[in-house]
Structure formats: C-alpha cells, structure tokens
Nanobody, 121 residues
C-alpha cells in the first residue's frame, strides 16, 4: 500500500504564508502525478495544484500566482508553498498521488489524511 504523510497546516492571518509537505512511502514502483486538493465545509473537494513526474504543473485559477507546487522525486515528496493567503483558502487540504505498486500493472490514486489550513481575516 501507499502512505501519504502531510504536514505544515495551521492557522495564519490573511496575507500570510504556509508551506505544506506530503511524503509518499510504501511499495512504490512509480509515482506519476501528485497534487493537493482542498475541501471547505459544505463544499465539494476541488483541485488546488498538481505536478507530474516531469514537473509539469497545473493550478486552480483561484490560486495562480499565489501558490507554488514543487516536487522532490528522490524523496517522493511534494511541497505546496502558499502565499498571500485569503480567508477563502480555509479548508482541509488533501495530498494525492497516482502511484503504481510493485506487482501492479495500473496506477491508483491514493489520498492523505488531510491537514487543516485556517486563514483568519
């Protein structure tokens, strides 16, 4: 199986910054796309940012220019640098990884347990 361990959430004032980290471990043959999603109370989970194994990134329009996603393939870790945070960024942030396990032919999507980000106004 795959374990995704997230860290870096917390409480910050509007305009502040936070960095989220997510490390993948387990019986990993390969990891393709990794990313972050978020879910605010009463809302559906939405994509925040994703990054491929070749470092191609995709961002939600709401975070472009404020969030930066990077990846360390040697450590199977992604980092989400969040700047100029807004109260509407408040949500539980979930890490995801599209990974193929040893002995498997196809990738599956795995999720972390989520980390709370709260931005006060």
């Amino acid at each position: 199986q795959v374990q995704l361990v997230e860290s870096g959430g917390g409480l910050v004032q509007a305009g502040g910054s936070l960095r989220l980290s997510c490390a993948a471990s387990g019986s990993l043959f390969s990891i393709n796309t990794m990313g972050w999603y978020r879910q605010a109370p009463g809302k559906q989970r939405e994509m925040v940012a994703t990054i491929t194994s070749g470092d191609s990134t995709n961002y939600a329009d709401s975070v472009k220019g404020r969030f930066t996603l990077s990846r360390d393939n040697a450590k199977n870790t992604v980092y989400l640098q969040m700047s100029t945070l807004k109260p509407e960024d408040t949500a539980v942030y979930f890490c995801s990884a599209d990974a193929t396990l040893w002995g498997s032919y196809f990738p599956n999507r795995y999720w972390g347990q989520g980390t709370q980000v709260t931005v006060s106004s």
